[in-house]
């Protein structure tokens, strides 16, 4: 079974993604962080992240996987060193470079083959598993969101500035050339501005029928 799950930044799709796995033992695959580790390794290599081709031979050159619920990069387990100011500055950039999508996408499909899996990301619903049997789109607004990443201490930005690189990364996700973020139909629409994380998964549970 595939649960799919699509959202902003900051929208709790990771919090909810990863509850959900856990308590139904499913795997958990956040596509971001598959993103974000190939950002790390184009940056550890001295490879701009938006260098297209540069970029992508990093990409495919890269042994990304799973360790239980963490990602592991070349062996090592980079699960902590995914959402650095850095990595953020580079991600959305590198994420809408289409071959590099169509790695992810494949690797993403490979992970979950023949599994349990709860998969979050930008274009999970429409793109990478369209037919999935359960599909939401978690959404709160710029406010909630920009509070929320201020609150989880990662970052050493200000909160107008979380408020405006959060912005920034929804013009990118929305006019991505292929992957967009973006409402399906026939998707469970939920707007988490004011919802506490229980009460998120209650209302998604409800949909659920395992």
């Known amino acids: 079974m595939v649960i799919a799950i699509d959202g902003p930044a900051g929208s709790g799709k990771s919090t909810i993604a990863r509850l959900l796995a856990e308590r139904l033992g499913f795997i958990y695959i ?30 495919r050159e890269a042994v990304i996987d799973y360790q239980g619920q963490q990602v592991s990069l070349d062996g090592e387990v980079v699960e902590d060193l995914l959402h650095s100011d850095e990595i953020d500055a580079w991600v959305a950039q590198l994420s809408a470079i289409v071959p590099i999508r169509h790695v992810v996408n494949d690797l993403i499909r490979k992970i979950a083959q023949g599994k349990n899996v709860v998969v979050e990301g930008r274009d999970i619903t429409t793109v990478v598993f369209p037919d999935a049997e359960y599909r939401f789109f978690l959404d709160a607004s710029p406010k909630s969101r920009a509070r929320r990443r201020f609150m989880q201490g990662v970052s050493k930005l200000s909160l107008e500035e979380i408020a405006e690189g959060i912005r920034k990364r929804d013009e990118i996700d929305r006019n991505k050339a292929e992957g ?17 994380i229980e009460q998120v998964y209650d209302r998604l549970i409800e949909k659920i029928q395992l």
């Open 30 to 59: 956040n596509s971001g962080n598959l993103y974000r580790a190939i950002t790390l390794r184009c940056l550890r290599k001295h490879i701009s992240p938006i260098d297209p081709e540069k970029a992508l031979a990093c990409a």
């Open 180 to 196: 967009s973020l973006k409402i399906a139909d026939g998707v469970v629409y939920l707007d988490t501005s004011d919802l506490t």
